[in-house]
């Protein structure tokens, strides 16, 4: 079976929408589902965005077709993120979760490696998961709630790849 990517972006800047979805570009054998909710409370960063991707996560069925990848809306996906995510999907069922270097400017990266998986040294943006392992774990409602969660999810898995690609750029589209 195919994989079925759920990207998830909590929008407070809709102008960078564009941009963004030009490295989301399906040119594979997958389907994508962009689902993009824009907060009108603009509560804060971490609070808003992150009851945003809970209450996604939570419209997804749990089955091992569907992928999840969140995406904040100034973080820019490479064009060949996802190309590169299915060649590694395919044929290899046990797989459950993808880490990607990230580019954080000034030549910083944010390494995909297991010693990496730390809060403060992980993104939302570096990993696409399977939902079948979020099972029920969601997101802390604080600015730091993704790290925490990124580490709780994908903490002691034994199938997880580390691509040491930059895959996506963080910030890139802050204004």
């Known amino acids: 079976m195919n994989p079925?990517?759920?990207?998830?972006?909590?929008?407070?800047?809709?102008?960078?929408?564009?941009?963004?979805?030009?490295?989301?570009?399906?040119?594979?054998?997958?389907?994508?589902?962009?689902?993009?909710?824009f907060d009108h409370r603009l509560l804060g960063v971490g609070e808003s965005g992150h009851a945003v991707r809970n209450r996604i996560i939570d419209t997804i069925p749990v089955c091992s077709e569907n992928w999840i990848f969140m995406l904040d809306d100034d973080t820019l996906p490479h064009p060949d993120l996802l190309n590169v995510v299915v060649s590694k999907i395919i044929g290899n069922p046990k797989l459950q979760?993808?880490?990607?270097?990230?580019?954080?400017?000034?030549?910083?990266?944010?390494?995909?490696?297991?010693?990496?998986?730390?809060?403060?040294?992980?993104?939302?943006?570096?990993?696409?998961?399977?939902?079948?392992?979020?099972?029920?774990?969601?997101?802390?409602?604080?600015?730091?709630?993704?790290?925490?969660?990124?580490?709780?999810?994908?903490?002691d898995q034994l199938n997880v790849l580390y691509l040491d690609e930059a895959l996506s750029w963080y910030n890139k589209l802050r204004q």
């Open 4 to 37: 079925v990517f759920h990207i998830i972006t909590p929008v407070t800047r809709i102008f960078n929408l564009e941009r963004i979805a030009h490295g989301l570009r399906a040119t594979g054998d997958y389907d994508t589902h962009w689902h993009i909710s």
């Open 97 to 155: 979760a993808i880490v990607v270097s990230q580019d954080r400017g000034n030549g910083q990266v944010l390494r995909a490696a297991v010693g990496n998986l730390k809060v403060g040294q992980i993104d939302m943006g570096q990993a696409i998961i399977r939902r079948s392992l979020i099972g029920d774990k969601r997101v802390p409602l604080r600015y730091d709630g993704d790290g925490f969660w990124l580490v709780e999810v994908l903490h």
